[in-house]
């Protein structure tokens, strides 16, 4: 978990700012449709504000075995990051709006590409982070038990 906390946090930081790019670009560039203009600010604030608290109660969960802070990582991983990261993969097709193409629907590669490396992080990130929630509670009942 930790090495997969390590990678995540520089990437992070890396599409965060990327997708924040993209998504000026989007807006300047190309026509969005209305729902895509107030979702993605939207839902790019929410992440950019849960994203170092769960990397740091993943950190602090793990490193010093502290069973709330690895379930506040595990439940923000799950609740509101997953669904933003999802949402950053299916929420097109945008509209080019240059002279020669116009209208013609498109992606840009680092939408889904980046999203879906972040999702995948964040998946295997929930389910290593499960089983060593699951596997800290018991080795904290023993000890409990044991005194």
């Known amino acids: ?49 849960v994203e170092p608290f769960r990397l ?7 490193l010093q075995e502290k069973v709330p802070q690895l379930t506040g990582f595990w439940l923000l991983t799950l609740i509101p990051q997953l669904p933003i990261s999802f949402f950053f993969i299916v929420a097109l097709p945008l509209q080019w709006s240059g002279e020669n ?12 590409a980046g999203s879906i490396l972040m999702l995948l992080f964040m998946v295997v990130e929930a389910v290593v982070g499960y089983y060593a ?15």
């Open 101 to 112: 193409n116009a209208g013609m629907a498109m992606q840009l590669p680092f939408d889904r």
């Open 56 to 62: 740091f109660f993943g950190y602090v969960g793990n």
């Open 1 to 49: 978990l930790q090495m997969l906390l390590y990678f995540n946090l520089h990437y992070s930081f890396f599409w965060g700012l990327l997708t924040l790019a993209l998504m000026l670009f989007k807006e300047n560039y190309m026509q969005v449709n209305t729902a895509y203009l107030i979702l993605s600010p939207l839902l790019l604030s929410v992440w950019f504000v």
């Open 133 to 147: 929630l699951r596997r800290m509670v018991k080795s904290q009942v023993l000890k409990f038990h044991m005194q």
